[in-house]
């Protein structure tokens, strides 16, 4: 399976997927994986997430049509 396929795999599943969950699941560069499922026409919405420690954490939601 590829990157882009376990990416789109966790976001039906979960809903969304954030670059900690994304490095888990063993993916570095979660934003070029999610530039590929735009380009395939998949819509995203992007979030960034503060933890309140001067962290961030970007988070993608896949949009229905």
Do not use: C, P
């Not at 997927?17 to 994986?33: E, K, P, V």
């Amino acid at each position: 399976m590829t990157q882009k396929e376990q990416v789109l795999e966790y976001m039906q599943k979960h809903g969304s997927i954030s670059t900690i969950q994304a490095f888990h699941i063993g993916i570095t560069r979660l934003s070029a994986r999610i530039w590929d499922l735009k380009a395939d026409g998949h819509n995203m919405i992007y979030y960034r997430t503060d933890d309140g420690k001067r962290k961030h954490y970007d988070e993608y939601r896949l949009v229905e049509r």
